[in-house]
């Protein structure tokens, strides 16, 4: 199927007297995810002048603590931004809230249909799969598929409300921005009023990331009338196991065909895009990493394959070879970057849980500019860039940082 077409513009979210957590920072994605850069933004990646390298950068590897309260300082707790979701809403001002499509979606058509049919009002629907495995993506596609534009679907017609547990895993928080987006107010507190915001409605709510959810089932026992689509790691976080659907890899050609459509002219040898995506395991995250790689860099499938050091061992599960796969292609990677990009892919890894600014680099490793380094991580595909922020382009990405 072709992905889902670029969502209108929206006018900006308006202030509240009191914010609610996805209201309270400038790197709402606002706007489609093609909308045109204002002229008075920041300088395009790779026209900023040259970073200085940091001198204090080691004295505060040694310290976490330190990272840390240097960021508290700058921004306070870190906060769910969810930088990648898309703050539409209705002409009639209902929520409808889908996350980025950012990368190229192939295949699973049989997947995407019965998850289509399967999401109805009432009912729950869990996406289960290890990390990588492309359930955000399947989810975000099927969302576009029912509301394709500034319309809520016809079954869910009281919009779409999307949340990830990953960034901020407090159900507070999602309760929080349940009852804000209906304009609850929290009397006697957020659960409440985020259970009289979904008593009589038929919305969908997307739960994201449930594996890293702290109170999962208080949350899922107050959603009414609405449906629930959840994507999670965890099979233990289906409140129904009848309505779980077990997403495997990639079918061996529509990795292929993936792959192909990534690097363009650099996989024209059938043989060797194969065997890539064989031994990466036909992970999705892993075959974007390839070939984005292969794509920004020139370099061939064949001559990717040749280094590929990895051992395709006949006993080996596809599990097993997921991990290797990814182990390997970011410890590849990682040698290309500069020690100033690794550095700072260090401090991501241990600071940066949400979207972030430019500035957050600048303060914590004490340089003037941190546009080029913060650019040479987004054309290596660890970062994705939003209007005005940062953000880590796969949550496996922090695990390996």
Same mark, same amino acid.
């Given at each position: ?141 099927? %969302? ?40 609850? %107010? ?103 990493? %390839? ?55 260090? %401090? ?54």
């Amino acid at each position: 199927p072709e992905d889902a077409p670029a969502a209108p513009t929206t006018p900006k979210v308006p202030e509240f007297p009191t914010p609610p957590p996805h209201l309270r920072s400038e790197q709402l994605v606002e706007s489609s995810p093609s909308a045109s850069t204002p002229a008075d933004a920041t300088p395009p990646l790779g026209m900023e002048p040259p970073p200085e390298e940091p001198d204090t950068f080691n004295a505060l590897q040694s310290s976490l603590t330190q990272i840390e309260q240097a960021g508290q300082t700058l921004f306070g707790p870190q906060i769910n931004v969810l930088g990648n979701i898309n703050y539409g809403v209705t002409a009639s001002n209902l929520p409808l809230q889908r996350r980025v499509i950012r990368h190229e979606f192939v295949g699973r058509v049989d997947k995407l249909q019965e998850l289509l049919e399967r999401l109805q009002p009432g009912k729950t629907i869990t996406i289960c799969g290890p990390g990588g495995i492309g359930k955000s993506s399947l989810a975000a596609k099927a %969302v576009w598929t029912l509301a394709p534009a500034d319309q809520p679907p016809e079954r869910f017609p009281d919009g779409i409300i999307t949340h990830s547990f990953l960034e901020r895993p407090e159900a507070a928080t999602a309760f929080e921005l349940i009852a804000s987006a209906y304009k609850e %107010v929290p009397q006697p507190d957020w659960a409440t009023a985020a259970q009289r915001a979904m008593a009589n409605r038929r919305a969908l709510l997307v739960l994201d990331d449930a594996e890293a959810a702290q109170d999962l089932p208080s949350l899922l026992n107050r959603t009414g009338l609405c449906g629930v689509l959840i994507t999670t790691r965890r099979r233990e976080d289906a409140p129904d196991q009848n309505a779980v659907m077990d997403l495997p890899p990639l079918a061996p050609e529509e990795a292929t065909t993936l792959l192909k459509k990534l690097a363009g002219a650099r996989a024209l040898d059938e043989d060797a895009v194969a065997q890539i995506c064989h031994l990466v395991g036909y992970l999705p995250f892993s075959i974007n990493f %390839v070939g984005r790689y292969l794509h920004s860099y020139g370099i061939n499938a064949t001559e990717y394959l040749s280094s590929l050091e990895l051992n395709d061992e006949a006993d080996q599960t596809i599990d097993e070879r997921q991990r290797a796969g990814i182990a390997h292609l970011f410890n590849r990677t990682i040698t290309y970057i500069s020690d100033l990009a690794r550095q700072t892919l260090g %401090v991501i890894g241990v600071l940066a849980q949400a979207p972030f600014e430019h500035s957050l680099i600048e303060s914590v490793l004490e340089i003037k500019s941190a546009y080029h380094t913060l650019g040479e991580l987004v054309n290596y595909s660890f970062l994705e860039r939003g209007d005005t922020s940062y953000k880590v382009a796969h949550a496996l990405i922090r695990t390996y940082a």
